[in-house]
Nanobody, 122 residues
Framework: QVQLVESGGGLEQAGGSLRLSCAAS????????MGWFRQAPGKEREFVAA????????YYADSVKGRFTISRDNAKNTVSLQMNSLKPEDTAVYYC???????????????WGQGTQVTVSS
């Protein structure tokens, strides 16, 4: 069983930056694809970014490409999401997730964190 705990959310102005972190425990971290998803009020959960096992490949949603960067530290069992040039439409609860597959599909992720709120003001 893998436990995931996110941190780093908060309130930021449009154009600013935030960095989210996710700490994993209870499994072999390097074996998992780590993903970030987000869910805004009244909307479905959507894929943001993912990084496969040893970080050799990353995936991004078109809406965040060029602004967000996902990275992982397998020695520290952490995955991070650096979010730059934030927009009000980035406002959502952000979730960290782990999957055994290289995937961007939410239903293929096996473990989820509790989420952290990101609010971007205009």
């Amino acid at each position: 069983q893998v436990q995931l705990v996110e941190s780093g959310g908060g309130l930021e102005q449009a154009g600013g930056s935030l960095r989210l972190s996710c700490a994993a425990s209870g499994g072999t971290f390097s074996r998992y694809t780590m993903g970030w998803f987000r869910q805004a009020p009244g909307k479905e959960r959507e894929f943001v970014a993912a990084i496969i096992w040893f970080g050799v490949k990353t995936y991004y949603a078109d809406s965040v490409k060029g602004r967000f960067t996902i990275s992982r530290d397998n020695a520290k069992n952490t995955v991070s999401l650096q979010m730059n040039s934030l927009k009000p439409e980035d406002t959502a609860v952000y979730y960290c997730a782990a999957a055994t597959l290289a995937t961007r599909l939410a239903h293929e992720y096996d473990y989820w964190g509790q989420g952290t709120q990101v609010t971007v003001s205009s």
